[in-house]
């Protein structure tokens, strides 16, 4: 009897190991197996991203702390986290923060105060005249420009500005009264850089005495047009000019006050009489190399006080336009340390 009770358990336990496993079984084994992989895998990606997040967090809270910031503002910062790859560089590139600061506004007007603050603490006020505008915000106040309604170009100027908003006033009286939702074209130039526009509507109208002020929305969508091949550096590079005319060679001392690997802003004490296309020679010493240049005026300014000839270089060794521009390079990096820690200085001394 005990055999035959041994057999059946057997034969039941042989069918039912060879019996299809059952879909709850099926899901059961998978679950269980998704489980023990989240459980080895998943969960210490997750928890290692999670801490890399953290330490990125504190070394933002660090780096925005040495720069005088509040914790609030820190934090308000950080929101910017999800959209920019490296959250630091809103600390330390003001393009970066424009972009971070518009979204934020965007998102609660009440913020622009703090923005402002922000701003002034991280000396992102206004850029060195050698970096690009990023931002209706980095127009300076006053900046003259023209203002195109109806297809006609009007003189005009930065009147106000403020974190959502700038104003623009009408130099010049427009032939009809501008409304809100009127589209305009503000474009103007920019020393030294180049030329910009950018497009708006027009959301309110006033007046301030006789002029009328349009007010438009902030915007990142500044064109540029470059205006010149290379960079110009501001410098103060003392030089020898030499001039061949009827009466001779002479040579005066002069200052030249930019310079880029193909030409240079050079300026002469008093007036002096120069023709535009006129051959000169251009000596001056950027350490340590002395570079004697033969040049072509290409622009002529100045008055009873001084003279400034904007001169091309002429088949300049390409040895001495590679020490020009790395030259450039290193005064840049130079300039935008300073910059940083609130020390910009105006030009630079070879």
């Not at 336990?13 to 197996?33: C, K, N, Q, W």
């Not at 330490?55 to 040495?66: A, P």
């Not at 091949?229 to 040579?251: C, H, M, N, Q």
């Amino acid at each position: 009897m005990n055999y035959q009770g041994g057999f059946e358990t057997f034969k039941e336990a042989t069918r039912y190991m060879f019996e299809a496993p059952s879909l709850h079984d099926v899901l059961f084994i998978l679950v269980g197996f998704f489980l023990v992989l989240f459980l080895l895998m998943g969960l210490p990606y997750l928890w290692s991203k999670y801490r890399a997040k953290m330490n990125l967090r504190r070394e933002f809270i660090n780096l925005g702390k040495s720069y005088g910031l509040e914790e609030s503002e820190i934090l308000l910062l950080w929101k910017c986290e999800g959209f920019i790859k490296e959250p630091n560089k809103v600390l330390q590139s003001k393009g970066v923060f424009e972009r971070c600061a518009s979204k934020l506004i965007k998102e609660d007007v009440s913020r622009a105060n703090t923005i402002t603050q922000i701003r002034k603490k991280l000396s992102f006020e206004s850029l060195p005249w050698f970096l690009p505008l990023t931002s209706t915000r980095d127009i300076e106040l006053y900046q003259t420009g023209f203002i195109t309604l109806d297809n006609k170009a009007y003189s005009a100027a930065v009147w106000d500005k403020d974190e959502v908003e700038i104003h623009i006033a009408f130099l010049d009286k427009p032939e009809r009264t501008p409304k809100p939702k009127d589209k305009v074209k503000f474009s103007f130039l920019r020393e030294d850089d180049g030329r910009y526009y950018f497009q708006g509507e027009v959301l309110r109208i006033y007046e301030d005495g006789t002029k009328f002020v349009l007010v438009l929305p902030h915007t990142e969508e500044l064109s540029k047009i470059q205006l010149r091949e290379s960079l110009r550096w501001k410098v103060k590079i003392p030089a020898k000019v030499s001039f061949s005319k009827d009466k001779g060679e002479y040579t005066v001392d002069a200052l030249i006050e930019d310079i880029s690997p193909k030409g240079a802003k050079v300026c002469l004490p008093g007036y002096m009489q120069a023709e535009i296309g006129e051959s000169i020679v251009v000596q001056f010493e950027l350490k340590p190399v002395s570079v004697k240049a033969l040049s072509t005026v290409r622009n002529v300014k100045g008055g009873t006080d001084k003279t400034c000839l904007g001169v091309s270089f002429d088949d300049l060794d390409p040895s001495i336009e590679d020490h020009i521009r790395r030259f450039i390079i290193e005064e840049q990096r130079e300039t935008l340390k300073a910059y940083k820690l609130g020390e910009l200085k105006e030009g630079s001394f070879s």
